[in-house]
């Protein structure tokens, strides 16, 4: 009974190998669309990292103002405003020109007296004016207004809720004390931003370079296509076959485990093959373990089997073709391995982490980085499980439907 069961193996494994002329091929036509997809994806990126908004805003300053003159020095010399933002000194007049005309994107007007207002609590408002139609520089300018005002309103109440505090418990000889160490204790967050914000590095690709995060998103398209040349070996056998099959005692699990092993042991060796010899030809990016095969082969059995449920539900033919096709496509948008996801849509974006492609991807950037990825590991067996169990409960169901 085992011999019969291995033998059966052994045919499944020599009927794939028939078939590597043909898969060749198409590997051949494929990696030309996956690197045509590619080069598009990196010039998309090259674009973006080049947008940089750079705003010029005008600013109309009082005459004779000392204070106002000297926080102006201030502002204008700051890293995180100078390297968004150009403050341009002028009059009203002028600035209304140059808004008209689209040389600035903002006119700032400060009042008489402005730095007093704030420090007395009169809170007397500047002026902003920006243009009717506003541009993402305009939008991005009232965005960091929007914020610097917030921050300023906390600043502030905390210096009142001190005050009332003190009177209420009648130390107002201290309040003049207390505000002005309150004031020098905000100044300093102000001037020395680290003690606001953590410096951390943000890409569009994540904590991967562009790179592997290509050369990830090529090998899982290239390998999901072409295993969409091998359904016919996932196809509905004829009740010839599967009277002699069952006659053997081999079920129908039996002969879709078969039909998988032949096949990802294929697409193992094929794969593994192109992984070492693009470790060999860029040994910075992948490191060649163990572990790094390991993840490869749960990469190539998850999606195998994932090809076989789409199979098991369509018989395979044309309609299963297009149907991997079209599931292919919106599983490597949705998950954002076509544009990366901090350009997709919140709702895309979301729905991209439950597909199975995030998951093969962390797998893929196992294999690269030689660092074993448990979570993904599991949820790709977990996967692969799951399509194995949904496909030959599909199988049953057509067959007795055929009867």
Not at 197 to 225: N, P, R
Not at 293 to 300: I, K, M, N, T
Not at 318 to 329: E, H, N, P
Not at 347 to 368: D, F, H, M, R
Request: glycine letters at 8%; aromatic letters at 12%; a negative charge.
């Amino acid at each position: 009974m085992i011999k019969k069961h291995l033998l059966f193996t052994i045919y499944q494994i020599k009927s794939c190998l028939k078939s590597l002329p043909k898969l060749v091929l198409c590997m051949a036509v494929f990696a030309v669309l996956v690197v045509a997809i590619g080069f598009c994806g990196t010039r998309f990126s090259k674009d973006s990292d080049s947008g940089m908004v750079s705003i010029n805003a005008g600013i109309v300053l009082p005459q004779n103002d000392p204070d106002i003159a000297l926080c102006y020095q201030l502002l204008v010399s700051m890293d995180s405003i100078k390297n968004s933002c150009n403050f341009i000194p002028m009059t009203a007049e002028e600035g209304r020109e140059k808004l008209l005309s689209g040389e600035i994107s903002a006119l700032v007007e400060l009042p008489d007296g402005f730095v007093n207002s704030l420090m007395n609590g009169e809170n007397t408002p500047a002026i902003i004016t920006i243009p009717e139609n506003a541009g993402i520089e305009s939008i991005f300018f009232c965005s960091l207004i929007d914020a610097g005002a917030h921050t300023l309103s906390n600043c502030e109440s905390g210096i009142y809720a001190i005050t009332d505090l003190y009177e209420e418990y009648g130390f107002d000889s201290y309040v003049t004390d207390a505000q002005d160490e309150l004031f020098d204790y905000y100044y300093s967050y102000a001037i020395n931003r680290t003690k606001f914000f953590l410096g951390k590095s943000i890409t569009e690709t994540g904590e991967v370079t562009k790179l592997d995060y290509y050369i990830c998103s090529g090998m899982i398209l290239l390998l999901l296509l072409c295993l969409m040349a091998m359904i016919g070996n996932f196809s509905a056998r004829s009740n010839a076959q599967s009277t002699a099959l069952k006659m053997h005692r081999i079920s129908t699990g039996y002969i879709k485990l078969s039909e998988i092993i032949g096949v990802a042991l294929m697409f193992f060796v094929m794969f593994g093959l192109i992984f070492t010899v693009l470790g060999i030809a860029l040994p910075d990016h992948f490191s060649l373990m163990p572990v790094s095969y390991l993840s490869l082969f749960l990469l190539v059995f998850s999606a195998t089997c994932f090809v076989m449920f789409i199979c098991s539900l369509t018989d395979s033919g044309l309609i299963g073709s297009l149907v991997i096709f079209f599931l292919t496509a919106f599983m490597m948008y949705a998950g954002g391995r076509i544009v990366a996801g901090a350009f997709l849509p919140e709702a895309v974006e979301k729905l991209g982490t439950y597909l199975p492609v995030t998951s093969w991807s962390n797998l893929c950037y196992s294999s690269i980085n030689g660092h074993f990825d448990g979570s993904a590991a599991l949820i790709s067996g977990g996967y692969g499980l799951a399509f194995i169990v949904l496909g030959i409960f599909f199988t049953w169901i057509r067959k007795r439907s055929t009867r």
